[in-house]
């Protein structure tokens, strides 16, 4: 620790802010072509030398593999800390902790998820020599995409993917169908890349070498000013944003209130939409809606026939004749038909530690009330989709938008619109919301699929193929959108075959790290000899 130079610090506090800055709310999107490259630079030149150098190169040594690590660590830490601050006042308001506690909450998924980012660090550090940081940075977008992939298939918490920072880039997220976000992480590591080694070459190549990492950068942003083109529609759904509050008083009356006004505002927006609607959407949402209450199953059976549509609902789903009866629930989409009937559903399959279960219970105990605050959920048994007849939708439900691999197997199993049902409400104005939508947004690319997100308090809106919002309504208002859609039956390379690019570039650093060791016995050997 005594030994790392106190610039490589700094450059590890500047990498971590400018990544916080990438992702909503700020939204600075074009920094991620450079909020790398402070972090590699501290990784390759960490400490001091003992001895003088040539003049012009470098005067700091690359990082010891722990050095390594400890430097990506704390630039996790912070990151976390500066994009997934929210956690503290859902688990303080709606996890019935004390502050000190939901600050330790916060602080330990920071230091949990932050080793991925120090994981980064120990693997360029081991590949680093002082005669030899090409092999490092040359491996490091393969690197940073294997752990990106290790955050999605180990710890189940892919929030913000590099590559999600440029989803609004319609020209640059085309190479998202075939390679999935993972292949944008690998091009924007692949520039800051560039920008890292501008500062490590001589001093009389830097300028040039730094001008074309940035026009590189500038080309690759450019793709921001072209125009996704038009996209024909010949369908349209009412997405329903209920708005209802997260923590609310539901007596009889309250909840007869509730499912009376909804019922009020779906039949009458289909009304006003006339016939080009053919499908109406509830979100998921706080209420107690179960699928067995005869109170609840009887009012959306009732629209579904006043309306003559299909209409898929969030609910709690369950198979016991009643509320009161014992057995397993589930966080559920139920699909009702025009007749009235319970035709279908889907149950959540992905869950949200803390929030629909509690992992490892006599160890985190002490984060119990969130878990009563929303109920322990069994896990759904598929990702089929639901076939209303004339459609198949892909339904999948809140957190489980963030999985690429997850959502494109329903596209795989022949979706032919995806939608997503959620419940924002739990992050207030935090920048969840935002973040969660462009994550969303990244699924319908990857698919090119349409994709109608209906949010209990927003955003709700309908996503076209290339990741653009076609149409939306404001936030935290109780509305009701028309949302224009199209069916497709055709699938992606990266619906048909998932994550083979993260897996490839899992496998090629795998081989980089054997390789780097292989010289050295090789050479111990014919010295013995």
Known sequence: MRQIHSSAWVLVLVSAILQVLIFPLPGLYVLSWIALAPLILALLRTRSVSQLEI????????????QGFILGYVCG???????????????????????????????????????????????????????????????????????????????????????????DNVALCRIASATGVYGLSFEIVLVNVAVAAAFLVPRQKRG??????????????AGRLVDAPPVTTDRAALLVQQNIPVSADWTPLYYQMTISR??????????????????????????????????????????????????????????APNPNA????????????????????????????????????????????????VGQFGYGPSRRPLDTGGE???????????????????????????????????????????QHLNQTRMRAIENERWLLSTADTGVTASIDPFGKIAARVPRKEMTTLVAPYALTSVTTFY????????????????????????????????TLA
């Open 77 to 167: 830490i912070l990151w976390y800390a500066g994009t997934c601050y929210w956690i503290f006042d859902t688990m303080r308001q709606y996890g019935g902790l004390s502050t000190p506690m939901a600050v330790l909450v916060l602080f330990l998924f920071c230091c949990y998820l932050g080793l991925y980012h120090g994981a980064f660090g120990l693997l360029i550090a081991l590949l680093a020599t002082q005669r030899n940081l090409r092999r490092a940075l040359v491996a490091a977008p393969f690197l940073w995409v294997a752990v990106e992939l290790a955050r999605t298939r180990v710890t189940g918490f892919p929030w913000n993917l590099l590559g999600t920072a440029q989803v």
């Open 262 to 319: 909804l019922a009020d505002l779906t039949i009458h927006a289909v009304n006003r939409a006339g016939s080009q609607v053919e499908l109406v959407v509830w979100p998921e949402s706080p209420a107690p809606f179960f699928s067995n209450d005869p109170r609840f199953r009887d009012q959306v059976s009732n629209i579904a026939r006043a309306t003559k549509l299909w209409i898929v609902t969030g609910s709690v789903g369950s198979d």
């Open 392 to 434: 198949k939708l892909g339904v999948f439900i809140c957190y489980e938008s963030v999985f690429p691999d997850e959502v494109r197997q329903f596209a795989n199993e022949g979706a032919q619109v995806l939608v997503n049902i959620s419940n924002d409400g739990w992050y207030g104005d935090s920048g969840a919301w935002a």
């Open 208 to 221: 040039a070498l730094l001008v074309a990492a940035l026009a590189a950068a500038a080309v690759l942003q």
């Open 326 to 373: 014992a057995g397993p629930v589930y966080n559920s989409a139920a699909l009702v038909s025009p007749s009235g009937d319970w035709v279908a559903r889907y149950d959540k399959v992905h869950l949200v530690p803390f929030g629909e279960y509690l992992p490892f219970p006599s160890l985190f105990s002490f984060a119990g009330g969130l878990t009563q605050e």
């Open 55 to 66: 003049s012009g190169l470098v005067r700091l040594q690359p990082a010891t593999p722990w």
């Open 495 to 526: 619906t048909r075959h998932g994550d083979w690019f993260a897996y490839a570039c899992a496998i090629i650093s795998l081989v980089v790290l054997v390789e780097r060791f292989i010289p050295r016995r090789r050479q111990k050997a014919e």
